[in-house]
């Protein structure tokens, strides 16, 4: 399978300092992979958020909240387009993300949405630290400058 599926939330990196990387698939029904495979899915307002686990107290779960649109040939038996979806890594990856999330103010950010060559999909999350608004002042200056110094390259007097 080839991996035309590429869902980004673009404004994760303008409102959030990104840190760690991780990669987990998603469980899904099979009308809402239909759905991302067709390419309507939005990571604009998503979230990820560490619940208990259910039946296994002191072992949290992670969830994303996500938009899956309505898949269009779907019957009485479609999906809730905005219901939580579990993320499946491991126990260990888990205890690390609970630890430097309990540890300080840092969130779980979405930031793509992709299907792998398996045709599977996953998605991509960072642990993060949220920005100020001078932070995102900041950041938007240096990309200024830096497309500018590039500009100036290519020119070559």
């Excluded at 890594?89 to 969130?107: Q, Y």
């Amino acid at each position: 399978m080839s991996n035309v599926i590429n869902i980004k939330n673009k404004k994760a990196r303008h409102d959030f300092e990104l840190l760690d990387k991780f990669v987990a698939g998603i469980q899904l029904y099979g009308t809402e992979i239909k759905s991302i495979r067709a390419g309507k899915a939005s990571l604009n307002d998503a979230y990820c958020v560490l619940l208990p686990s259910p039946g296994k107290p002191g072992k949290p779960e992670i969830y994303v909240k996500m938009h899956i649109s309505e898949y269009s040939h779907g019957t009485y038996a479609n999906h809730d387009p905005k219901r939580m979806r579990k993320l499946l890594l491991t126990r260990k990856e888990i205890n690390k993300i609970d630890k430097k999330v309990k540890a300080s103010s840092l969130t779980i950010v979405p930031t793509r949405l992709f299907i792998n060559d398996k045709g599977l999909a996953k998605l991509e999350f960072h642990i993060a630290r949220g920005k100020k608004y001078h932070d995102k002042r900041e950041s938007l200056k240096q990309n200024d400058d830096k497309r500018e110094m590039d500009r100036l390259k290519k020119m070559r007097f």
